[in-house]
């Protein structure tokens, strides 16, 4: 197994307000995070993610825990742990918009302590990766979201740092630019060599693209574990069934635990169903129903749909 490269250790932060008192956002975490993984953190809205998140790049001081990036304690040696971090922070907020792109890596890099030739085509080898070259003298202000996406992920990389932490980088993109996108998280593991933490609420990216997931509720690790365990712990048989035409209320009502819906005019139940004869059974009534089956499929579980069980196991309040 490969070395941990990032450890919380007893990890908590809470908020207190005059108001509210005591608020507890991370109780008590314990996490490693291996060298060269594509690691996706995730949680609903006020689950503790993004402070776990902003106490890993140092942005904000843990109430009681340690964290470690190389072995080098944040709390301790803040700025020697920093130089190991690559940050994209949620909304391009690391970027300068009336800088050109070319400009805004030789700052984050001057940032960084980078100089002269070294950082110059350090700059230009990240540009022309982001396919962002012939625009380098452009002033970021007039890119679009996803070239400004892009110019965030060359600062974060300019000093080359082993993790990269990316928070929701594909929030507000047209579909072209998330694929882009995707497309260079991926590369960023599998030819850079890096170390990736990625935080997003589009689950089937994470199901696409990372190695590992840990999934945060209510301040507290509720799952961590390679996606394809996490999967097949939860797979059991579902099938999707779609006939023409739309059922009454009564027909729909008989139907118990699968779920119906009404898609483009026509019906879909899909459900749970464990043995053959339930699915053949399922399907005769539909017969007697009189309507015209469509298809039949057996599906497999998704990342979003563990994700949502794991929440209501825990009381969550979803996405």
Request: with cysteine; glycine share 10%; charged share 25%.
């Given at each position: ?66 964290v470690s990036v190389d072995g ?92 990269v932490m990316l928070d929701e ?151």
């Amino acid at each position: 197994m490969n070395t941990a490269f990032v450890q919380l250790r007893g990890l908590r932060k809470s908020y207190g307000t005059a108001r509210t008192g005591i608020v507890a956002a991370v109780q008590g975490i314990d996490l490693d995070i291996h060298a060269g993984q594509l690691f996706g953190f995730l949680g609903a809205n006020g689950a503790g993610k993004t402070t776990t998140i902003k106490m890993i790049c140092g942005l904000i001081r843990p109430t009681a825990g340690t964290v470690s990036v190389d072995g080098v304690d944040i709390g301790r040696r803040r700025g020697a742990a920093m130089q190991r971090v690559g940050a994209v922070l949620e909304g391009t907020r690391n970027i300068h918009w009336p800088l050109s792109a070319w400009d805004n890596l030789l700052y984050f890099g001057h940032l960084k302590g980078m100089f002269g030739h070294t950082l110059r085509a350090r700059a230009e080898r990240l540009l022309r990766m982001l396919e962002l070259w012939d625009r380098r003298d452009d002033l970021v202000g007039t890119f679009s979201r996803g070239m400004q996406q892009k110019v965030a992920i060359g600062c974060a990389l300019i000093a080359d740092p082993p993790l990269v932490m990316l928070d929701e980088p594909t929030l507000g993109l047209d579909v072209l630019a998330v694929v882009a996108v995707r497309r260079l998280i991926k590369a960023l593991v599998e030819d850079e060599g890096k170390t990736v933490i990625l935080t997003t609420h589009q689950l089937d990216m994470a199901e696409a693209l990372c190695d590992r997931v840990a999934i945060i509720n209510k301040g507290r690790i509720v799952t961590d574990q390679p996606v394809a365990s996490l999967l097949a712990l939860f797979r059991e048989k579902t099938y999707r069934i779609k006939v023409e035409g739309c059922l009454t209320e009564t027909a729909v009502a008989s139907f118990g635990d699968v779920n119906v819906a009404t898609v483009n005019g026509d019906t879909v139940l899909h459900g749970p169903i464990d043995q053959a004869e339930d699915l053949y059974d399922l399907v005769a009534r539909l017969r007697v129903l009189g309507v015209r089956l469509l298809s039949v499929q057996e599906t497999e579980p998704s990342l979003e749909d563990v994700f949502l069980q794991l929440l209501v196991a825990g009381d969550g309040e979803g996405v």
